[in-house]
């Protein structure tokens, strides 16, 4: 199984400062199809998950042009610019390049 | 919009069984494969369960595999999780996906 770890299990940020968060893999997560299926879900207490990014820099639809992702293979990062009090919760990275799909454990954002 | 309303969930002895449903509305269902995904109580996301949008192909987490059964029913639009041999770890929240659109979840509870 394709391990994925977020090394930050916790982050605080001060409102309108930046905030990175890290996910790596066991192993590459490109795809032989050319595509690497490295996405992004922001979840707040209390409610379902939200993906804001697919194929490691995608944004779907709504999802403010504050969060970007970057990376390739094994490293990955999400970028939070201008941290908002609504950003606050889970963030989790998750490849599905590899059965069986896998989650990294989480960062929980805070904000100081 | 897309929608998705997962049911089913509900307190059960290990050992037991439960059906879960998810019910699809606002887009055409059988464009899209599924996935189920739980999260137990403080705990992060793991994925349980795939299934195509043909319904031919199926994949399953260790953890469920030979336990749990995904299927469809395109006339309905919904998605089920047939899961039998129940065990106390099997306690989460159960959602059904597409990734970019995700039901409230379900609570399953073994004990």
């Known amino acids: 199984d394709v391990v994925m770890t977020q090394s930050q299990l916790s982050l605080p940020v001060t409102p309108g400062q930046s905030a990175s968060i890290s996910c790596r893999s066991s192993?590459?997560?490109?795809?032989?199809?050319?595509?690497?299926?490295l996405s992004w879900f922001h979840q707040r207490p209390g409610q379902s998950p939200r993906r804001l990014i697919y194929?490691?820099?995608i944004r779907d639809s709504g999802i403010p042009d504050r969060f970007s992702g970057s990376g390739a293979a094994t490293d990955f990062t999400l970028k939070i610019s201008r941290v908002e009090a609504e950003d606050v919760g889970i963030y989790y990275c998750m490849q599905s390049s590899h059965w069986p799909i896998t989650f990294g454990q989480g960062t929980r954002l805070d904000i100081k | 919009q897309f929608q998705l309303v997962e049911s089913g969930g509900d307190l059960v002895r290990p050992g037991g069984s439960l059906r879960l449903s998810c019910e699809a509305s606002?887009?055409?269902?059988?464009?899209?494969?599924f996935y189920w995904v739980r999260q137990a109580p403080g705990k992060g996301l793991e994925w349980v369960a795939f299934i195509r949008h043909d319904g031919v192909n199926k994949y399953y987490a260790d953890s469920v595999r030979g336990r749990f059964t995904v299927s469809r029913d395109d006339s309905k639009s919904t998605l089920y999780l047939q899961m039998n041999s129940l065990k106390i770890e099997d306690t989460a929240v159960y959602f059904c996906?597409?990734?970019?659109?995700w039901g409230r979840g379900t609570q399953v509870t073994v004990s």
């Open positions: 194929k490691v820099s």
């Open positions: 996906s597409h990734f970019d659109v």
């Open positions: 192993q590459s997560v490109a795809h032989r199809d050319g595509n690497t299926y």
């Open positions: 606002g887009f055409t269902f059988t464009n899209y494969g």
